[in-house]
């Protein structure tokens, strides 16, 4: 079985910084050939795609977060990570690990990240 765990959330204040983590577990060695993704849910909105990284290291990332957000993987570790720097009260919101291995999609629980102004 599939679990995805996120960990790393909090609440800071604006200008600092953040790193989410997520393992990966039950997935063997197809976690170092999946593509790994980021997602955020703030109140009222949909779900977003915050960034992506693919097996070969290719990273793409929201506009938004170009630029402040860094993700990572250490294939050794099942850990996919998210350093985010310069947190903007905006950037508040529930961010979601996410992964497709075959035709099924997987996400995490969830880690609540409060940025105050």
């Known amino acids: 079985q599939v679990q995805l765990v996120e960990s790393g959330g909090g609440l800071v204040q604006a200008g600092e910084s953040l790193r989410l983590s997520c393992t990966a577990s039950g997935t063997g060695s197809i976690f170092s050939m999946s593509t790994m993704c980021w997602y955020r849910q703030s109140a009222g909105k949909q779900r977003e795609l915050v960034a992506a990284i693919t097996r070969g290291g290719n990273t793409n990332y929201a506009d938004s977060v170009e630029g402040r957000f860094t993700i990572s993987r250490d294939n050794t570790k099942n850990t996919v990570y998210l350093q985010m720097n310069s947190l903007k009260p905006e950037d508040t919101a529930v961010y979601y690990c996410?992964?497709?291995?075959?035709?099924?999609?997987?996400w995490g629980q969830g880690t609540q990240v409060t940025v105050s102004s």
């Open positions: 996410n992964t497709q291995i075959l035709v099924q999609t997987y």
